[in-house]
Each structure stands twice: as C-alpha cells, then as structure tokens.
C-alpha cells in the first residue's frame, strides 16, 4: 500500500468524524433553538433530508467533475465545502442558513466519495489483493468515523464547549483537507491531455454518455442487490433504535419491552466492533472469493439474522442460556454479512474497468444507490414498524431478500462478463504477457467464471 493511499484512507477517516460530529452537534443546536415549539424533531427531519439529498443528486455531477478535471481537485474541494460549512452552522441561529450549510455539507460528501472511490478503483486496477484490501479499509474507516467516533465525540465537544465545538471541528476539515493535498499524488500526467480534452465537452453531451455508463448492462445487474442491501441496512438502523427502547410497547414481542439508552448505545459499539473485524477479514481473503460469493455469503447471513430475530423476538425470554445462544448467531451472522459491502465496492470497481476515463462517474453510483438504498428502507421501515413492530422490520427484511438474491443470482451468471473487461484492461499494463494469453482469458471469462473463481468459488 502507497502514500497516497494511505493518506487517501487517513483523510477519509478524518472527514468521516467530521462530518458525524457536526450531525450530532446539529442536534443538540436545534434542540436549543427550538425548546418549548415543539418543533424540534420536524427540523432535524428537514436539515437531515437536504443533507442526504445533497449528497445523492451530488454525487453525479462530481463524479462527471472528477474524471474531468482529476480526482484530487475534487477531493479538496470535499473538506473545503465541509470546513465553510461548519464555520457557518457555528455561527448562525437561522434555520434557513441552517438548510443552506446542510446543503453545503451535503455536497462536501457527494464530492469526496465518487473522487476518492474513482481513485481507490485506479489504483488497484491491477492489483487484485490490494484492491480487497483498500475497499475494505476504506469501509472501515468510512464506518468507523461515522458510526462510532464521530457521534462519540460530538456529545463530548458539545457538553464541553457548546456551539464554539463547531469552530473546533473546523480544523478537523482542514486537518483531512492537509492529508488530500500534501499526501496523494496527483492525476498522472499523461492523462492532462485527455483531461483537457473532455474539459471541452458539451455539458449535455457529458450527461448523455453518463447515462449510458448508469445503465449500462454491468451496472443494471448490480443495481438491484446493492439497493436491497442498503434499504436493509437502513431500515433496521432507523427503526430498531426506536422499538428496543419501547416507545411502542407490545407485550407479545420480547424486543420491544423497553431498553435503556445506554443499553442500545453498547449494543451498537458491539455490532460496530463485530462488523469492523468482518471487514478486515474479507479484506484479507477478498482476491480468493468472487464477488458474487461474498454477497450471496452476506444475503445468506441476513436471512440467518433476520430468523434469529425472530427467534430472540418471541423466545428470547424463555431463558438466559437460549438468550446468548439466539445473540451468538447473530453475532457470527453480522461477521459474515460484512462481507457483502466491500464485495460491492470491488465489483462496482471491476465495472469501471470497462470505463477507465470514467471511473469516478461510475464509482459515484456507490453514494447514488446508496442513498436511494437508505430512503427505501426509511420509508419500508417506517410502514412496517408501524404495522408489527419488530416482526414488521422481520417480514420487511424477508421481501428485500427476494429481490436481492433474485437479482444476484441473475448477476452472478453474468459476473464474467465483468471479469473479462477488467482482465483485458489488466493485460493491457503487462506487456510482457502474450497476446495469445490475453484473448484465451478473455473468451474463457466471457464463456464462463475464470479458472481462479472456479478454483476459488466457494
């Protein structure tokens, strides 16, 4: 692993906990601006949704913007937007200047995802381990910072400073902003002429050739499973919180009996930690599995998570021994599932081997199915918790699945399509090797999996 990347997942890392702190803070603000109208909960829902719809609609243009200009001139602009935007969440009391630097913030992370997931997928281009073990770092710290540090430390900052905390975690944006431009290299510089050269482009001519590349057959067969995925993951995270600690009360579902704060905040730092480890072991055995085999091993995991609560939901008060066996599973099942969202990375990544002066466009797609992936859950959850509680996410989670391992299935049979372009593009930066090895790879992997993922699939 270079500098650059290394300075890549540093300053990801960074601009990750800078982005969750002022979320958290956001919070707490609004709850100061607002107590006593009650209009506090219909704010937050307002600022966050500009956020997320920022960061969905965003991605696209700066992807295109990206491959472009080059990936290093978006990732400053990333912490730059994220920097201002805080500076101006610091020192503000109107809602509407608060919308203005959601939106801001927003396009802070539509700018630095497409552009360092395009760089992440160039530079592992021919380098099969390596890229398994970059995407799945860049998960963890992605994940990590959001999920874990960043929240932590908000309510720290916040308790301890109060609105001047903002302030502080400006320099956190400059601190990644200092990481993009002093440790990752720039664009090469035989690729200035073809910079230059789309740089002239008709903007419409730009978005035509991007809608190409968003539907082309590669990316409609992985679309749908990724979705799945994403709303599964975000319907559970929205919900869950809300029906463990009680709020709707039911007396024939062993979750939602009422659990303390404190006690869904150490649950989440153990799912966090058990999903973490997961990531850094797929990292390592990525180059061994297909990527189709990682997803369906994290499907597979779902489905096992979805019957083992189930089980816990009705049996879990059965007794102590049955409660920790029932939680093991699940434990080992989220171990597995993790598998799955590097396995996406990677793939989407092979994908834009067929779009090499697109790659960031392509990878933009990431943020964009993830997104919609997250409004599909919000929304799904929503309808099923207020149906049947937990068991209403259960059942919610069982219809994603169908769909998901429907279109993974379809995928799979056509992974080596996929397989075949990166091969050739791979080929290509090894010159020493024989053409006739090229086109026997290539019309192997397009007739079928390769020898490796047939000797590898598991």
Not at 211 to 233: E, G, K
Not at 276 to 292: D, E, H, K, S
Request: proline residues 3%; neutral net charge.
């Amino acid at each position: 692993m270079n500098r650059s990347i290394g300075s890549m997942l540093m300053a990801t890392f960074v601009l990750r906990v800078s982005t969750a702190i002022t979320g958290g803070m956001l919070v707490f603000l609004v709850d100061d601006l607002t107590r006593g109208s009650g209009t506090g909960p219909r704010d937050i829902a307002i600022l966050h949704g500009g956020f997320y719809a920022t960061e969905l609609t965003g991605a696209i243009a700066f992807g295109i913007l990206a491959d472009r200009y080059g990936r290093k001139v978006i990732m400053l602009v990333g912490p730059l937007f994220g920097s201002v935007a805080v500076f101006m969440t610091g020192l503000t009391t109107m809602m509407p200047v608060l919308f203005f630097t959601r939106l801001l913030e927003g396009s802070s992370t539509a700018a630095s995802i497409p552009s360092t997931l395009g760089f992440i997928a160039a530079e592992t281009a021919h380098d099969e381990k390596l890229r398994g073990r970059v995407v799945s770092l860049f998960e963890l710290v992605s994940l990590g910072g959001m999920l874990a540090v960043g929240p932590a430390l908000s309510g720290l900052l916040w308790d301890r400073f109060g609105r001047p905390a903002f302030f502080l975690n400006c320099l956190l944006y400059l601190v990644a902003l200092g990481l993009y431009g002093y440790g990752v290299s720039e664009v090469p510089r035989e690729r200035a002429a073809d910079l230059a050269g789309r740089g002239k482009e008709r903007a419409s001519m730009e978005l035509r050739r991007y809608w190409r590349m968003a539907t082309s057959h590669s990316v409609l067969l992985f679309a749908p499973t990724w979705l799945a995925i994403n709303a599964i993951l975000g319907l559970w995270a929205l919900q869950a919180p809300l029906l463990l600690k009680g709020n709707v009360h039911d007396p024939s579902q062993f979750l939602m009996q009422g659990v303390s704060a404190s006690a869904i905040g150490i649950g989440e730092a153990v799912l966090a930690v058990v999903f973490g480890a997961g990531l850094l072991f797929w990292g390592a055995v990525y180059a061994r599995f297909r990527r189709t085999t990682m997803l369906l091993f994290g499907v597979g995991a779902f489905a096992v998570l979805a019957v083992d609560v189930v089980l816990i939901n009705h049996l879990g008060g059965v007794s102590v021994g049955l409660l920790c066996a029932f939680v093991g599973v699940g434990l080992v099942a989220l171990f597995v599932l993790s598998g799955a969202t590097p396995a996406a990375l990677g793939l989407l990544a092979d994908v834009s081997e067929g779009f090499e002066e697109d790659r960031s466009a392509i990878m933009g797609l990431y943020s964009v199915f993830l997104g919609l992936g997250q409004v599909i859950g919000a929304v799904l959850g929503g309808l099923a918790a207020t149906w049947r509680g937990i068991d209403g996410l259960v059942v919610a989670t069982a219809v994603l699945l169908v769909i998901g391992i429907t279109a993974l299935l379809r995928l799979r049979s056509h992974e080596a399509l996929v397989a075949a372009s990166a091969s050739l593009r791979r080929t290509d930066a090894h010159p020493l090797r024989s053409a006739g090895d090229t086109l026997s790879n290539a019309a192997g992997s397009a007739a079928g999996p390769s020898v490796a993922a047939v000797k590898e699939d598991r």
